[in-house]
């Protein structure tokens, strides 16, 4: 059974017989989002896909935080943003000038590319459901259970009992920073009265109109109460003892009567160079990046075929053909270890045949060669054996993904055939004469990349040579540079005579 299909059996044992299982997801929204999310948004997909394969009600969520402030002014801001530090994003102007306000700038773009991918939650926004008073009922249960708040927190920190805390943040109405607000007393209804420390203003505000919001630790459960969650994947972080999703399962029960949800824990997505992905600082890839330059099919695939315990380590270039490698695989038996994950994503999204017919770096390097042409690329694949009979037809659109993700800086899959009108690379004269030695060898053995690898080998051995620097040699004087593809493959699929004429 595969781990989403356990989620949503427990799901449905939560809800009952003919009750809707809610599965949320959520996002901040200060940055473009990156891949590392995806995983929250596609397991929270799949689980509510197991939900309706087993004949139950589900509903998908996506609570965009926009009332979340910005924390500091990052790199690729203008420096005069440092004035909307501390303000809710859906208050600050978009940089770009084309949505509305910043939250939506990026919360259009990322549900654009998860439409793409074939993820369409509904939308839920913070700052709706306080301007329509939605959360009213539950900021004044807050209030009226602070001390109870107050000592859950207290108890998860390990801390003596604090000074007290409202747990609300209300918004100045001059400068609209809800970081630099501090409540001085309740009416014990709906009107907090606070003071702005960036203004050195007095304020009032009604929380059936908004006006604020709850701290993250209180705002977290407030929501599975409003919205009825019964399934929520988040960062292991939130999971820890002591963590948010301890401190929020109290407080639901406590304050809010309800039940948390089944908590779906989810292990970071890594760079393969060990680092964190940070959608506002250091190395990121983000969610619209990866949809236009991967398969929709293998980012399901990425997150489907992992428990959402175990760490994924990504790199945008090398992960593509390593887990279309995977995949191939597992689909094809040899590697049984993701049969549940394979059969899940051919219910979910289905596998195409051109995953499966060839490997990726073939595929890229036909492409290529093919000049990101379907019939072009076919024709080349065809120069291989083992294709030589295939009808598969490599779509256009993925062809473009290939393009694009060929267009990430420093990527080594690129190749681009060398002129014949370009004068050849130098090398020594020792490479030379085990080149030309290579060259009459190819004019007479089969083409088949096997025994073009062999050849060059045995050439090698006979004449003593350097491997390195033939090979290089080789490179050079096909496709201009030092390394590349696996050689056997590459001159198969640029063929006998272009090859000879590229060697002379």
Sequence with gaps: MHWSERIAQEAIRKVGEG??????????????VHIGHSREFITAALVATAVEKLGHQVELLAYADDLDPLRKVYGFLPSNYARWVGCPLCRIPDPEGCHENYAEHHLDRLLKSLT???????????????????????????????EHVNRILDSAAGRQESKE???????????????????????????????????????????RT????????????????????????????????????????????????????????????????????????????????????????????????????????????????????????????????????????????????????????HLVLAAQLGDFDPVKTLAVLKRNRAYSDTAVMPLTSDLEKIQRWLDIPNNPY??????????????????????????RAFATIEWVSTIIHNTIHETLRQAGANPAEVFAGLYLATVSQTRGPRLGYLLESIGREQVLLLLA
Aim: a negative charge.
């Design 414 to 439: 690129c190749v681009r055939v060398r002129s014949l009108g370009e004068d050849p690379p130098f090398c020594s004269e020792d490479v030379r004469v085990v080149i030309d030695k290579i060259a």
């Design 165 to 207: 805390r409202w747990f609300f943040a209300p918004e100045c109405p001059s400068c609209s920073s809800i970081t630099d607000t501090v409540v001085q007393n309740w009416d014990g209804l709906w009107t907090l009265r606070f003071r702005c420390t960036k203004c050195n203003q007095d304020a009032e505000v009604d929380i």
């Design 19 to 32: 009750g809707t299982v809610v599965v949320n997801s959520g996002v901040s929204l200060s940055a473009p």
């Design 210 to 361: 908004g006006g604020g919001k709850l701290v993250w630790r209180v705002d977290w459960p407030m929501r599975w109460s409003l919205l009825g969650v019964t399934v929520e994947p988040f960062g292991q972080d939130h999971g820890c003892a002591g963590g948010s999703y301890e401190t929020a399962s109290r407080i639901i029960k406590d304050v809010f009567s309800g039940e948390p949800p089944v908590p779906v824990p989810y292990a970071w997505l890594h760079l393969k160079s060990g680092e964190a992905m940070h959608s506002t600082g250091g190395k990121s890839f983000s969610v619209e990046q990866a949809e236009q330059t991967y398969p929709n099919e293998l980012l399901w695939w990425i997150v489907a075929v992992k428990d959402p315990s175990r760490v994924i380590r990504f790199d945008p270039i090398e992960s593509q053909l390593e887990e279309a490698r995977i995949l191939r695989a597992a689909e094809s038996g040899l590697d049984i270890s993701g049969r549940d994950a394979v059969r899940v994503l051919r219910e979910v999204v289905g596998i195409p045949d051109y995953l499966s017919a060839y490997p990726r770096d």
């Design 116 to 146: 793409r991918i074939g993820i369409r939650p509904k939308v839920v926004r913070s700052s709706a459901l306080y301007r329509e008073g939605e959360c009213a009922p539950y900021v004044q249960s807050v209030l009226n259970h602070r």
